[in-house]
């Protein structure tokens, strides 16, 4: 290789890099973005719940079950049902929203905007039973 294409390599890497540490950025801000000071006292949920339900009822229910009294779904091979990923050890809604940035072989590749994952993930955290 000449000296002009490795030059061009180089800032070709540097760009891609910068690119990389900006979505790298955007991520992280959107999954570690604290939650409102306006939120009620012992609630640490961020999203609107119900928004979540409707959106989970129209985009995942074809693998999911999503809530109690919908229709099952249509492939139900691998997909945990709602409940049972909102009761599964650890999750919270930085568990979540981690989960739902990053892509998984199993699942479709959505593109969700950060209300869309926020609303989602105050549904399925809502889910979370209670323990005693």
Same mark, same amino acid.
């Given at each position: 290789?000449?000296?002009?294409?490795?030059?061009? $390599?180089?800032?070709?890497?540097?760009?891609?890099?910068?690119?990389?540490g900006?979505?790298?950025?955007?991520?992280?801000?959107d999954?570690?973005? *604290?939650? *409102?000071?306006?939120?009620?006292?012992?609630?640490?949920?961020?999203?609107?719940?119900?928004?979540?339900?409707?959106?989970?009822?129209?985009?995942?229910?074809?693998?999911?079950?999503?809530?109690?009294?919908?229709?099952?779904?249509?492939?139900?091979?691998? $997909?945990?049902?709602?409940?049972?990923?909102?009761?599964?050890?650890?999750?919270?809604?930085?568990?979540?929203?981690?989960?739902?940035?990053?892509?998984?072989?199993?699942?479709?590749?959505?593109?969700?905007? *950060?209300?869309?994952?926020?609303?989602v993930?105050?549904?399925?955290?809502?889910?979370?039973k $209670?323990?005693?």
């Amino acid at each position: 290789m000449s000296d002009d294409d490795v030059a061009k $390599a180089q800032k070709i890497a540097a760009t891609q890099l910068s690119r990389a540490g900006v979505r790298l950025a955007y991520i992280l801000n959107d999954v570690l973005a *604290p939650i *409102p000071s306006g939120a009620a006292p012992g609630v640490k949920t961020i999203g609107n719940s119900a928004a979540g339900r409707v959106f989970a009822l129209a985009t995942c229910s074809a693998c999911h079950v999503v809530a109690q009294d919908q229709k099952a779904p249509r492939d139900l091979t691998t $997909a945990p049902d709602f409940q049972a990923i909102a009761n599964s050890r650890g999750m919270t809604q930085v568990a979540m929203r981690t989960f739902l940035a990053s892509p998984h072989p199993t699942m479709p590749n959505l593109r969700l905007s *950060p209300q869309q994952s926020m609303d989602v993930t105050a549904f399925i955290v809502s889910l979370k039973k $209670a323990t005693r």
